[in-house]
């Protein structure tokens, strides 16, 4: 069974950091990354990484987000510095699968920059 578990959202003051973590398991994925999602918007492209760590970012956060991920522990990280409060937003964590190409999706965590 595949699975996606994202941790590390919640509330944080406008240049402030958070860290997001995502536990991928039941299968390999060539592409993790992140995507976010704020009310009354379409879900975005936030920052991904293929297994030969190939990064793609959003240009809204290059510079201050960064993505990683431990191959060893199927981990996907997204270290987000200088937030602002248009970073609100539910974060989800997204996986392709090597071979099948299948897409997961985690449930979501909320980010939420306010003062």
């Known amino acids: 069974q595949v699975q996606l578990v994202e941790s590390g959202g919640g509330l944080v003051q406008p240049g402030g950091s958070l860290r997001l973590s995502c536990a991928a398991s039941g299968s390999v994925f060539s592409i993790l990354g992140w995507y976010r999602q704020a009310p009354g918007k379409e879900r975005e492209l936030v920052a991904t990484?293929?297994?030969?760590?190939?990064?793609k970012y959003a240009d809204s956060v290059k510079g201050r987000f960064t993505i990683s991920r431990d191959n060893a522990k199927n981990t996907v990280y997204l270290q987000m510095n200088s937030l602002k409060p248009e970073d609100t937003a539910v974060y989800y964590c997204?996986?392709?699968?090597?071979?099948?190409?299948?897409?997961?999706w985690g449930q979501g965590t909320q980010v939420t920059v306010s003062s």
């Open positions: 990484m293929t297994l030969l760590t190939t990064t």
């Open positions: 997204r996986g392709t699968t090597i071979g099948a190409d299948s897409v997961y």
